[in-house]
T-cell receptor, first 109, second 113 residues
Framework: RKEVEQDPGPFNVPEGATVAFNCTYSNSASQSFFWYRQDCRKEPKLLMSVYSSGNEDGRFTAQLNRASQYISLLIRDSKLSDSATYLCVVLQGAQKLVFGQGTRLTINP | EPEVTQTPSHQVTQMGQEVILRCVPISNHLYFYWYRQILGQKVEFLVSFYNNEISEKSEIFDDQFSVERPDGSNFTLKIRSTKLEDSAMYFC???????????FGSGTRLTVV
């Protein structure tokens, strides 16, 4: 089983739509979780951390289900600028970020 | 906003040559990292560095790789004898000790020919 697994997509959705991404992780001892976004040929940029109680940042909502080892990201009212690859990331131990393959999202006008 | 700076942005080298990739982490950060991303693949951890020594490294980080913090501001990744499969984007990252907020540099694209 992959350490962090995501649906690679691509997702093509119209502007204004709601889109959801899912991710599973294999190491039940993992404690910290993140969503990063990566634009083409650019560095990963932190979108948001994911907390057990779920958290929201504007149009973005992240959820964590520790029992199922499942993480989700919901984007509401999608904008053209949301087009990117979304990376599910798990902190393994104290130091090492483990990245998923990423889910590519394209928002169409 | 503070940045992690990487140079060069693109390096082309011949197979078997040594390359040094350079990074200037954010000044008050104490943990430093190198990650790489082969085109079309996921971002992979290479090495973490704290207190002037390697704290963790991956299987990818073999004897051909080394890291150094030569002068208190730069953080370098050296590949001694490059192979074609070393072609990738190499990202430097740093973080403060108190939280897990990593900041990544914009990367060096290494092409081995």
């Amino acid at each position: 089983r992959k350490e962090v697994e995501q649906d690679p997509g691509p997702f093509n959705v119209p502007e204004g739509a709601t889109v959801a991404f899912n991710c599973t992780y294999s190491n039940s001892a993992s404690q910290s979780f993140f969503w990063y976004r990566q634009d083409c040929r650019k560095e990963p940029k932190l979108l948001m951390s994911v907390y057990s109680s779920g958290n929201e940042d504007g149009r973005f909502t992240a959820q964590l289900n520790r029992a199922s080892q499942y993480i989700s990201l919901l984007i509401r009212d999608s904008k053209l600028s949301d087009s990117a690859t979304y990376l599910c990331v798990v902190l393994q131990g104290a130091q090492k970020l483990v990245f998923g393959q990423g889910t590519r999202l394209t928002i169409n006008p | 906003e503070p940045e992690v700076t990487q140079t060069p942005s693109h390096q082309v080298t011949q197979m078997g040559q040594e390359v040094i990739l350079r990074c200037v982490p954010i000044s008050n950060h104490l943990y430093f990292y190198w990650y790489r991303q082969i085109l079309g693949q996921k971002v992979e951890f290479l090495v973490s560095f704290y207190n002037n020594e390697i704290s963790e490294k991956s299987e990818i980080f073999d004897d051909q790789f080394s890291v150094e913090r030569p002068d208190g501001s730069n953080f370098t990744l050296k590949i001694r004898s490059t192979k074609l499969e070393d072609s990738a984007m190499y990202f430097c990252a740093s973080r403060e000790v108190a939280n897990y907020g990593y900041t990544f540099g914009s990367g060096t694209r290494l092409t081995v020919v």
